[in-house]
């Protein structure tokens, strides 16, 4: 088994703990619990209330798999349900993920958006501070907000000028737009839960650590709309693309897909995580980006990559019409908003932890992709073909 000799960045012996992780039935959830379930021998209490994507690990085709005793699913949902401080209080560290995190859903559903990332996030705050549990908290690349650069006049040569864009855990300011624009009621949510933990670390001394994921993406990432979820939902890109592309329709590129993005491949992102939960001396007291700088693309160029790389791995032709243009208020409503650029500093991790995304774009579409054929293309071929109800 993978816990045989395990040591920690500075050689110590990893010893195996109790981890309550919350939303761990969502997509990074799934992986980390994958990860953990097959290279640690860590125990999980997986809390979420869902289980779908978790499923395997729950209930294994076969008896013998090495962590049959090592993960336990707890359907709560941690708006209301006391049970949630006895799981705190039976773990060594806990991890939440537990989240509003869809952008159609920040301007849609505000007041659910900012209860979900900051109130429900409160009571999991104070019972780690009241009970000195360890935390994870997962807050996300949007506490930046927009870059500095995009306030320049669009011919500034000071555009190209790293020191305008590339976003630093320490150093770069969080720009939101206007209260009207309520795009920026996640990004606001999540940036007051990582203040509130910082103080708790300042004045109580809660041992904590904060994620700042830059667009991870990879397989089990949201639904299919009208497949495994509402027919009506809108995922985030890469599951908004996926489903054009299994459908055979255009890929919707919101107000001209302008907009800049890094992104990392979910296995590589988990690596970072790992390196967190087990070397708690060098992660806690700091905020992590954790993204692929080298990964930039604008939503245009992903959505030209991705029809490419999916009539590769399905062998159908690439669309004769790849893209077509939307307005922001037609696909997403009143007071959606944007980032225009992510590209995350890697110093702080780097120094700390010593980790480097390693999977490129192209590489990471293509395992993902294959993925997204091999799992829905006869549902949705299916669902296609059935007629309309009259
Ligand atoms: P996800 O939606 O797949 O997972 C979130 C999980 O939390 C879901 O399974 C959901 O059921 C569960 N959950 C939500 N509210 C709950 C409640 N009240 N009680 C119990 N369970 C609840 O999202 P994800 O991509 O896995 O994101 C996980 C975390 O990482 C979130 O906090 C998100 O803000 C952050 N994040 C992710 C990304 C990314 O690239 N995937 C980017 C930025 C931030
Ligand atoms: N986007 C798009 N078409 C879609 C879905 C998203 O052009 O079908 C754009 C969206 O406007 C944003 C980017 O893709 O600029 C990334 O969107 P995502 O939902 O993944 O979340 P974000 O990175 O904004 O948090």
């Given at each position: 088994m993978a816990s045989v000799g395990r040591v920690d960045l500075d050689g110590n012996a990893i010893k195996g703990m109790t981890i309550c992780m919350i939303g761990a039935g969502g997509f990074i959830g799934s992986h980390l619990c994958e990860k953990l379930m097959a290279e640690t021998p860590h125990k999980v209490l997986a809390v979420d209330v869902y289980s779908d994507k978790i499923k395997h690990l729950l209930e294994p085709a076969e008896a013998s798999v090495p962590w049959a005793d090592r993960i336990q699913f707890h359907r709560i949902n941690i708006k209301n349900d006391s049970r949630l401080e006895g799981l705190i209080k039976m773990a060594d560290l806990v991890i939440n993920l537990a989240a509003i995190c869809t952008p159609a859903d920040y301007n849609t559903r505000p007041l659910d958006t900012i209860y979900s990332n900051f109130i429900d996030a409160l009571p999991v705050v104070k019972y780690c501070s009241e009970n000195n549990k360890r935390l994870i908290h997962f807050s996300t690349c949007e506490v930046y907000g927009k870059t500095i650069g995009s306030f320049l006049p669009k011919d500034s040569p000071l555009r190209q000028d790293p020191a305008y864009f590339v976003l630093k855990e320490d150093a770069s300011p969080c720009i939101f737009g206007s209260?009207?624009?309520?795009?920026w009621s996640y990004a606001c949510a999540k940036q007051l839960i990582e203040r509130l933990i910082y103080a708790e670390g300042a004045e109580n001394d809660l041992e904590f650590t904060i994620v700042r994921p830059f667009n991870w993406i990879g397989p089990r990432m949201d639904f299919i709309p009208g497949i495994d979820g509402p027919s009506e939902g809108v995922p985030r890109v890469l599951a908004c693309f996926s489903n054009n592309l299994l459908r055979r329709e255009p890929l919707k590129l919101v107000d001209g897909g302008e907009s800049q993005r890094t992104f990392i491949y979910i296995k590589d992102a988990i690596e970072a995580v790992l390196l967190m939960i087990e070397n708690p001396a060098r992660a806690n007291g700091h905020i992590f980006n954790v993204g692929n700088p080298n990964n930039e693309v604008t939503v245009r160029q992903l959505a030209e990559m991705m029809n490419e790389v999916y009539s590769k791995v399905s062998g159908e032709p690439s669309l004769e019409v790849p893209t077509i243009d939307v307005s922001s208020k037609e696909f997403y409503g009143e007071g959606y908003d944007d980032s225009d650029k992510r590209i995350p500093d890697m110093t702080i991790i780097n120094r700390q932890l010593g980790w480097n995304p390693k999977t490129s774009l192209w590489d990471l579409l293509e395992s993902t992709l294959t993925y997204q054929h091999r799992t829905y293309a006869a549902a949705v071929k299916q669902a296609i073909s059935k007629p309309l109800a009259s």
């Open positions: 209260i009207e624009k309520q795009r």
